[in-house]
């Protein structure tokens, strides 16, 4: 792989423990990375996708967080600058959460954007 760049986007240690375990259990033969993706959708404008991929482009931007790398594209990098991905295991949710600074307005699952 030649030079990477790396994004402004933080996982913190409660989603790198989860998503370590969950590529843990996907046993790829291929190093799995979670790759933060913004697309056109949802009920506020934009939506983000979060899912693992064995994949790297020479456009991706990646950084490590112990061990997890995150990968986003330059596009959705521009979106998503300064955010953060928590995960959260309580009575009241259990899922991955994303708090974007540059959001002007969220739907109420958290899911989208504008």
Known sequence: MTDT????????????????GLIEREASEQPL???LEVEA??????????????????????RDF?????????????????????YEDSIQKQGFNIDNPNAVNTCACGDSFS
């Open 33 to 35: 990375r979670l790759r």
């Open 66 to 86: 112990n061990g997890v790398e995150v990968v986003i594209d330059r596009k959705s990098a521009v979106m998503v600058d300064g955010a953060t991905i928590d």
């Open 41 to 62: 959708g949802g009920c506020a404008g934009m939506r983000y996708q979060l899912f693992f991929s064995e994949s790297l482009d020479e456009n991706d931007l990646v």
């Open 5 to 20: 760049l790396t994004h402004n986007v933080v996982l913190t240690d409660d989603a790198a423990s989860k998503v370590k």
